[in-house]
């Protein structure tokens, strides 16, 4: 469903630094990539510009096979979660999930339809009337992906969506994004700063350092052979 394809990625912000340098990486179909790596060292300028939510300096992105540098992110195909789930607090669960499909004019029986299924996978079922304030960590944040889910986008990035919950809630969460990944057959790219996660959720590990690509390498590999 969705193949991508990093060629020579490059960024440089306008003050002139370079924040990531020669990134090449080819993501199958149904990959779960990390990117792991010290603060400062690219990993959200990386998925930014998959995004489209920041420029790309030089190099080519393609997602089955198609160039998408200059394509809006509107028409790119990805949702993006990020570790500070804003969600609308004066909006329900519901509408939380509805929104960016009522701003596309979608009918409301297919919003409907997608809403419920989205909250059918995340275990959202019963609490579709709650506001956010009503709800604890983890079900924010289910309702976070939930937002991103009703979207069914080929690709999904998370930027380290777990690190604002406590240490029960991210070990429940981490299986729950592993059920997630299995059962809507995307490709995923995901930013962590935590080895048990990356160890489990991985497919491969891309390991970055001052804006370069070190390694890549199953989760196997890399941590009984680094
Ligand atoms: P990571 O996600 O790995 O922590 P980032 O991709 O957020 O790293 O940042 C990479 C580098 O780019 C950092 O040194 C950061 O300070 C710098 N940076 C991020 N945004 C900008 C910007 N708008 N202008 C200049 N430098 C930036
Ligand atoms: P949401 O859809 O999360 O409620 P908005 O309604 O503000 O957010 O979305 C407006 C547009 O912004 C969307 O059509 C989409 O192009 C982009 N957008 C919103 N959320 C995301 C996301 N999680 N990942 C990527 N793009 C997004």
Redesign the pocket.
Known sequence: MASLSLKGIEKVYPNGFVAVKDFNLDIDDKEFIIFVGPSGCGKSTTLRMV?GLEEISGGTLEIDGKTMNNVE??DRD????FQNYALYPHMTVYDNMA??LK??KVPKDEIDKMVREAARILDLDKLLDRKPKALSGGQRQRVAMG??IV?NPKVFLMDEPLSNLDAKLRVQMRIEISKLHERLGATIIYVTHDQTEAMTLGTRIVVMKDGLVQQVDSPQNLYNNP
């Open positions: 995004a992110p509107k990805i949702a993006m979660v929104f960016g701003l596309r937002r991103a979207r």
